[in-house]
């Protein structure tokens, strides 16, 4: 028997102070049986960072081919390929090859690092990438906030990110390599 998504729906508030983009977002975000809700939210986080009201989730996991969210324009070329992770260079140098633009989000604090030192040289060649850090440093877990129905806001400021409910708060700061 094979598992399904969880699929999870989200009223978010978006105030982006960096990019003057404010947005109320309902979104209906599955779930990976594989996925733990943890990489969930950071998929989350990277939706938010990147907002833009043609950008969509994609079957991520599902599909090894695509990234886990894309902006296409109306003729269906690619204009910004969002990743989750680690991937491996020859995954970023697809993505460069079909999108105008790559962006990467990272969550393993030392992970991430050595895996960014390792290829630096061949990151620092291509112009269409864009490698980003997420770091849970106020009130975490990332996900303590998920239900099957979620209100959240998020504001961005600088290279914080701070995503709240009712009652709580979580700060994440937001590195660029």
């Keep these: 028997m094979a598992l399904e998504s969880t699929v999870y729906?989200?009223?978010?508030?978006l105030s982006n102070f960096n990019t003057h983009y404010y947005e109320d977002f309902n979104l209906t975000v599955a779930k990976?049986?594989?996925e733990n809700e943890s990489r969930m939210m950071y998929r989350l986080l990277a939706f938010l960072y990147c907002a833009h009201t043609d950008l969509k989730f994609t079957k991520g996991?599902?599909?090894?081919?695509?990234?886990?969210?894309?902006?296409?324009?109306?003729?269906?070329?690619?204009?910004?390929?969002?990743?989750?992770?680690?991937?491996?260079?020859?995954?970023?140098?697809?993505?460069s090859g079909k999108s105008q633009s790559v962006k990467v989000f990272t969550y393993h604090q030392n992970k991430a690092h050595e895996?960014?030192?390792?290829?630096?040289?061949?990151?620092?060649?291509?112009?269409?990438?864009?490698?980003?850090?997420?770091?849970?440093?106020?009130n975490g877990p990332i996900d303590k906030f998920v239900t099957k129905s979620m209100r959240?806001?998020?504001?961005?400021?600088e290279q914080?990110?701070?995503l709240s409910n009712d009652n709580e708060r979580i700060g994440i700061e937001v590195?660029?390599?």
């Design 160 to 162: 914080q990110m701070y």
């Design 175 to 177: 590195e660029k390599f």
């Design 115 to 138: 895996w960014f030192q390792k290829n630096k040289s061949d990151f620092q060649k291509n112009q269409k990438l864009e490698v980003y850090h997420f770091n849970v440093n106020e």
């Design 61 to 95: 996991l599902s599909s090894t081919g695509d990234p886990e969210l894309w902006q296409k324009d109306y003729s269906g070329e690619i204009i910004q390929w969002i990743d989750l992770g680690l991937p491996d260079i020859k995954r970023v140098r697809q993505a």
């Design 9 to 13: 729906k989200i009223d978010i508030n």
């Design 152 to 157: 959240l806001s998020c504001i961005i400021e």
């Design 32 to 34: 990976h049986p594989s």
